[in-house]
């Protein structure tokens, strides 16, 4: 059974360029400063819970408008630098995975980039007057945050590129003799590179500011950011990514090579500018975004699994299938689920690998539903990805009850998905040991 | 200080961990004298410049990897040799399979 999937060459062929393209160099390094930077925002999502949840069930008045700040504090730290954080970060991890010697130089220089990409002139709000002003001389949380999540993943790429491919020059090295000692010609050696880096940065920021009246902030926001997040964090965008992803972990490739490169960006956009509209007590702007399809796509992990093991612990028959899923079900319960996808397997097991892809896109479209016609609120809270089932969806939704009554849904109707795949797979294995016997 | 270290990596090193548990105690049944750790393959860099790994095992779900891993730990083992490189066989990852793997990494040591 397994044995001709797996051996199929279009698999074999679609399964390595996956993960071709997933291990490239640019993309890993995305990836990987995402993870870097993730305490920030499960820290942001901590701090909106307990901001904007849990302080006004307990405090009111000014009272509870003194302890906010802490919050808004928060917010200041995580959400409205993640542009600012990201563009160090990438610069790191992609001078890490290039193996350069000294991935801190290329953080440092990618977050001078960024820096130099700011507009001149930004508008603020006075505290005392709701009417915006434009003043010069500062950076704004507006630019270093959300807004600037792209940016900085693409200047930290684009500079820190330059900056290793300068400092490779050999032309460009500055030779002091054997008398010198060879630290003096280092510390020259880094900073040719750099002052050229700088100044091409600068160059284009220059330029764009004098002939177009522009940065290179709103330029990405413009013809990158904002057309990639609007059509994959629409609904049928997300649903097509996400499955892309699922199906290659049925492969035995890890999701996260699609989906934390294609969806994490845009998705982490919309959770953010919904963190912060949230904490501001404005209009919360999206159905979508991480922590939603996280909550009701991965229950119990990708695959939202924990539906196939009570499946199984109701209908299997084999030993082997109900020891498997007894085995997963406590990592299960914090949304792990190597073991099922491994043990059970539903790797290359073409019954499962159905119920594996579309559970995940009926769970988000029940949610989504009832999220839009306002029965249940919208997410709002970033929790980290290992929050157990229903309590997931209870915090996520910044304590709205209806959505456990919807994630417990979501799971009877999961249970009920699976069972015929459940049996449909053991009589094909138990028909496969007739064979092999 | 063990005898042995062995690396397990995976996607996030949390499932991985759980397998790291079931080797410790295939270990210790059979009297061998080793540290058996996981982390994330984003960390493993660190990992090999800090420590005398003896042996590194690759998460089925991160085979694609592979090509990367040998890169990285050529001559990187004791006395300028390769640290051996295994991917764990699917089956024994998703049973949990300590003594299986185990053995495996013992085969990739001893060579």
Redesign the interface.
């Known amino acids: 059974m397994e044995g001709n999937l797996q051996n199929n060459s279009a698999v074999q062929k679609f399964s390595n360029f996956c993960g071709k393209v997933g291990n490239e160099v640019h993309l890993r390094s995305l990836r990987d400063a995402f993870a870097m930077i993730m305490p920030l925002f499960i820290l942001a999502g901590v701090g909106t819970l307990i901001n904007s949840v849990i302080f006004p069930w307990l405090f009111k008045g000014q009272t509870l408008a003194n302890l906010q700040v802490w919050g808004t504090l928060i917010s200041n730290g995580t959400l409205n630098i993640a542009g600012l954080a990201l563009a160090p970060a990438t610069g790191f991890t992609l001078a890490k995975n290039k193996n350069y010697k000294n991935p801190m130089a290329a953080a440092i220089i990618s977050l001078a980039a960024l820096i130099m990409m700011m507009p001149q002139k930004i508008s603020l709000t006075l505290a005392t007057n709701a009417k915006p002003v434009d003043v010069t001389g500062g950076l704004s949380y507006a630019n270093l945050g959300t807004s600037s999540m792209f940016s900085g993943i693409i200047v930290g790429l684009l500079a820190t590129e330059l900056f290793i491919w300068l400092g490779s020059i050999k032309k460009l090295k500055i030779n002091l003799g054997d008398k010198v000692p060879p630290m003096v010609g280092e510390s020259f050696n880094s900073m040719i590179p750099s002052i050229l880096t700088a100044s091409a940065f600068a160059l284009v920021g220059a330029l764009l500011a004098v002939f177009g009246q522009t940065d290179l902030i709103s330029l990405i926001v413009k013809i990158i950011q904002e057309p990639l997040r609007s059509f994959n964090t629409s609904l049928p965008g997300s649903l097509f990514i996400y499955s892309i992803g699922n199906f290659l972990f049925t492969l035995g490739i890890h999701q996260t090579v699609v989906n934390g490169t294609l969806l994490d960006p845009v998705l982490l956009i919309n959770m953010n500018k919904n963190m912060a509209a949230y904490n501001a007590h404005k209009a919360v702007p999206y159905i979508m975004n991480k922590t939603f399809l996280d909550t009701f796509g991965m229950i119990g992990g990708t695959g939202s699994t924990i539906c196939l093991i009570i499946a199984v612990f109701l209908v299997a028959k084999q030993k082997s299938s109900k020891t498997v899923a007894g085995l997963s079900l406590v990592p299960g319960l914090f949304n792990i689920n190597e073991p099922m996808i491994f043990g059970f397997p539903i790797v290359f097991n073409i019954p499962l690998m159905i119920p594996f892809v579309l559970q995940p896109v009926i769970g988000i479209l029940i949610a989504y539903f009832f999220t839009a016609i306002g029965w249940m609120s919208r997410v709002v809270v970033y929790i980290p990805w290992v929050t157990p089932p229903v309590l997931s969806a209870f915090l996520a939704t910044g304590g709205d009850w209806r959505a456990i009554f919807v994630h417990l849904l979501i799971i009877v109707i999961g249970v009920l998905f699976y069972m015929p795949f459940v049996k449909i797979s053991e009589r094909v294995s138990a028909q496969n040991a007739v064979v092999e016997n | 200080m063990a005898k042995q270290t062995i690396m397990l990596n ?2 996030a090193g ?2 991985t961990s ?1 397998l790291v548990t079931k080797m410790q105690q295939a270990a210790e049944s059979q009297e061998i004298d080793a540290k058996i750790f996981a982390c ?1 393959a ?1 960390e493993a ?1 660190a990992h090999i410049e800090q420590e005398q790994i003896d042996c590194v095992l690759l ?7 592979k090509d ?1 891993f040998v890169k990285k730990l050529a001559g990187k083992g004791a006395a300028g040799a390769d640290i051996p490189l295994g991917v764990i066989d ?2 024994a ?4 399979d300590g003594a299986k793997v185990l053995a495996q990494a013992e085969a990739l040591i001893n060579g």
């Not at chain 2, 998460?59 to 990897?65: A, H, T």
């Not at chain 2, 990852?93 to 949990?96: E, P, T």
């Open positions: 995976c996607a949390m499932s759980l994330a984003g860099d998460g089925p779900q991160v085979s694609y990897m990367d699917m089956q990852y998703g049973l949990m």
